[in-house]
């Protein structure tokens, strides 16, 4: 669970907007983390930051989940489109995740060099709550794609992202991966599984009751 505060802790610090992550005193389980880099792209209003924590030589990519109303339109765009990060698998995923996640992959990638080359054992994480949780987890593939080992993803509240194809695929290339959802939130269960959305989850899921006291391995 250790792991899984510190993912916590990073996901609430990333709804302190981009205009603080850089000057934000990092506390508690991560103490002496290091901002490198503030992901944002206005458009798409994605918001995030990479950072090195040396207490446990990570380097963690962190997502912030819907604020806006432009989050939101986002999250709505539940149009299935073909995923064209892997396109040697036949899925579809979510277009609105899918445009978000790329509006930031060439900053992410770039950061993620960078820091990999000043420390080279560090393992690559990502996480995010809610909309940020489903752009960790495709920002995971996508560095995963671009030769990087991504030890890790702990997400909080994380919709579906795609058709069965992607979760069983992102499944098969992921080497760790968590999804942690709170007992009777809504998101984990949007889009629908139903016909005609068919959206499906990947990961193990954590369930956890009410009053956070007790944990469910699904």
């Not at 770039?110 to 996480?127: D, F, I, N, W």
Request: aromatic residues 12%; glycine residues 6%.
């Amino acid at each position: 669970m250790a792991q899984a505060e510190i993912s916590r802790e990073l996901s609430n610090y990333a709804y302190c907007g981009h205009k603080e992550y850089m000057t934000l005193n990092y506390t508690d389980s991560v103490k002496g983390f290091e901002p490198t880099l503030t992901i944002y792209n206005h458009s798409q209003d994605v918001e995030g930051f990479i950072g090195y924590l040396p207490s446990n030589d990570s380097i963690y990519v962190t997502f912030m989940g819907s604020t806006s109303i432009a989050n939101w339109i986002t999250n709505l765009d539940a149009f299935k489109s073909k995923y064209q990060m892997w396109p040697e698998c036949n899925c579809e995923i979510h277009s609105g995740f899918q445009k978000a996640a790329d509006s930031v992959a060439g900053q992410i990638v770039a950061e993620v060099h960078r820091l990999k080359t000043l420390h080279t054992s560090a393992k690559v994480k990502t996480t995010g709550h809610s909309l940020g949780a489903a752009m960790a987890q495709l920002t995971g593939m996508m560095l995963i794609k671009n030769g990087y080992t991504v030890d890790q993803m702990i997400t909080f509240g994380q919709p579906r992202i795609g058709n069965s194809d992607y979760a069983s695929f992102s499944d098969s290339i992921w080497k760790t991966q968590w999804r942690m959802i709170h007992h009777k939130d809504i998101v984990p269960h949007n889009p629908g599984a139903a016909w005609p959305l068919d959206f499906y989850h990947t990961s193990t899921e954590i369930y956890a009751n009410k009053d956070s006291t007790t944990y469910k391995t699904c």
